[in-house]
Structures are given as C-alpha cells and as structure tokens.
Nanobody, 126 residues
Framework: QGSLVESGGGSVQAGGSLRLSCAAS????????FAWFRQAPGKEREEREG?????????NYADSVKGRFTISQPIPKGTVYLQMNSLKPDDTALYYC??????????????????WGQGTQVTVSS
C-alpha cells in the first residue's frame, strides 16, 4: 500500500450521497494539509480538479461543490473524510486524496501536493 489510501467510492443515482475516506501512513503520516482532487473520464492527470482542502484551521472548496461537499478530519493526524451530498452526474470521476507537509494549506493546485493515493471511483447516474 502507498502512503495515502482512499476508500468509499461507488455508484449512486443523482441526488444520492457518498463518503470518501483517506488514511495516511508511512511518509505521509502527520501531513499538515490534505486535499481531494478528481479526474473526470477522458481527462489527463494535469487536468485534475481540486475539490476540497483542509489543514491548519483552513478549509477551501471548489465552487462546483460548495454547499454539497464537506471535508473533515475529526481527529488530528487522523483519517480525512469527504462527505458528498446531492451528487450530480458531473461529479463522476476518479477521486484522489493528496497531502503535503509544508507550506500554507488552502491550495487546490495539484502541484502543491507531495503525496497521492491511487484513487477511488465515484459514478453518479442520472
């Protein structure tokens, strides 16, 4: 297993909910900032969209998910969650967890992150 392990993906109908989990271990354990990105079908890695980020008392969301998605880390250095409600077909993507140790938290730029998980698939049908 890698340093970040995602789980919780699946298939739901539009309007449904899913909760993704990201557990850090080894090199990524103790990271200060965690983020969720997604890669839509047919898109390249460089086109991954930043969805939400949490760390050092900061939370930030992409406009496309504000009011529907919630990122949380209930226990310091513990598992990071992404609660996704009111899902839409456009939310269909491979969702990745990312982490970094240094620098300010809040960035939704994929180049800001050092560690990545393998991704978990989310499929939303209409």
């Amino acid at each position: 297993q890698g340093s970040l392990v995602e789980s919780g993906g699946g298939s739901v109908q539009a309007g449904g909910s899913l909760r993704l989990s990201c557990a850090a271990s080894r090199d990524a354990y103790g990271s200060s900032c965690f983020a969720w990105f997604r890669q839509a079908p047919g898109k390249e890695r460089e086109e991954r969209e930043g969805v939400a980020v949490i760390g050092r008392g900061t939370m930030n969301y992409a406009d496309s998910v504000k009011g529907r998605f919630t990122i949380s880390q209930p226990i310091p250095k513990g598992t990071v969650y992404l609660q996704m409600n009111s899902l839409k077909p456009d939310d269909t993507a491979l969702y990745y967890c990312a982490a970094r140790f240094y620098g300010p938290c809040g960035s939704l730029n994929l180049d800001s992150y050092d560690y990545w998980g393998q991704g978990t698939q989310v499929t939303v049908s209409s």
